[in-house]
């Protein structure tokens, strides 16, 4: 429910730039955000094949069974 602060802030003509200036704000972060997001994914993904890659195969008769 929207309230009547919010309606007359909006309605306000000496607001009106600083909600548009804090949407461009808003969906800067957003961008960047989904761009840290992506790369950090790329690392996981970049790390778990890394790991697989390294890790050294022990057959199971090998292992001791504690």
């Known amino acids: 429910m929207i ?3 919010v309606i ?3 309605s306000n003509r ?3 730039p600083l909600v548009a200036s804090k949407k461009i704000t808003d ?4 961008k960047d955000f989904q761009a840290v ?3 950090l994914q790329k690392a996981q993904r970049l790390a778990a094949q890394r ?3 390294y890790a050294p195969y022990v057959p199971q ?3 001791p069974s504690w």
């Open 3 to 5: 309230s009547d602060w």
């Open 8 to 10: 007359a802030s909006i």
């Open 14 to 16: 000496d607001c009106l």
């Open 27 to 30: 969906a800067k972060l957003a």
């Open 37 to 39: 997001l992506k790369e």
């Open 51 to 53: 790991e697989i890659a």
């Open 61 to 63: 008769a090998v292992l």
